[in-house]
């Protein structure tokens, strides 16, 4: 059991990873940016692109720092069993994950552009599920 609520939040923050460092190090927006706004990296002006860099670079340092702490969370005071710790890791799993799943929705829901709800999907899928598996006692126990 204790592997399995380790498994889901540890998957969603290495997921969390892979996304913060592709945004933090992409030169332009991804694809489904290009299909929400219907226009190429090319396309749009010099500040326009200036603008969205710096709100992926943002984004992606968010994710890379929540990231980071979930796992230093999982690796030390969560696997000791400490209460706060798994109190902790899923409200700051779901402080990223939720805003996240609703922006990426909301994009699927106003464009005609396919962005990863699926995976964002499963990730909040994961932290309930291992909320729901931790809930009330310590994983140590």
Known sequence: MALLILSCYGLTAIAALGFG??????????????????LGWDELPANLQVLILALLRVAGGGLCAASVAVLALLIGPFRQGQRWAYQAVPIICLLVVVPTFRAVWSVQQQTMASPPLGLVGLCLGLILLGAGLSWGRGIAQ
């Open 21 to 38: 460092i592709t945004y933090l190090l992409t030169p332009t927006f991804m694809p489904y940016h290009a299909q929400a706004l219907g």
